[in-house]
């Protein structure tokens, strides 16, 4: 994500759409994010007008660059574990006014200062914010590297999603077509969100 040609506006600030893989590596299925990222990366190259990027535990300095910056994506998707007791690899999207402030020593996107800039953005500077979460297992309490089984089947399932969601809608939106928007329902009650089905590692439908 170098600087723009003038040395002012980095290119992350001036692509349409901008897809953030938030967390730390190091502490087990809170790496999630940035294997979101990676998995998309090994897909190919991404279209025009899309970046994706692995933030991993520098997402505030990023979203306050986006806040200050004249230039800013349509659309930016946040892609991070959350803790929100769930069935471990449930895949759910939630609304950043509702990400928990929890967890103060954690260096991801669980704390009130990122989700205020989600909001600041989303609000006040008219990007369309969209937050795809993750259920974690336990994680643990030292560094411990790499996801559990049943994260790492969710981080298939999750590029697939992005893929059908941002990525070909970029494609879509350069032909003239309206980007698509849809298909994972918010974290709310009486509604049903995707989640990774362990058996066949695929998306399906589950009452809340």
Known sequence: MAEGSDGEVPD????????????????GDDGFGCAVVEQLETRGLMPGGVCVADAGTGVRKLLFTLCLSAVRPQRLLIVDALDMGRQPGELFEIDPAEIPAIKCDDFSMHQVPTS????????????EVRVLACQTGPLPDQVSVGLS??????????????????????????QGARPGTSSLPRKQSAVTVPRCDPATEEMTRTPV
């Open 116 to 127: 205020n800039l989600l909001r600041e953005l989303q609000e006040h500077c008219g990007v």
């Open 149 to 174: 089984d049943a994260v790492q089947r969710a981080v298939v399932s999750a590029a697939r999603w992005i893929m059908g969601e941002y990525l070909a809608s970029a494609v879509d939106t350069r």
């Open 12 to 27: 992350f600030c001036r692509t349409p759409t901008l897809i953030l893989g938030c967390g730390n590596i190091l502490f």
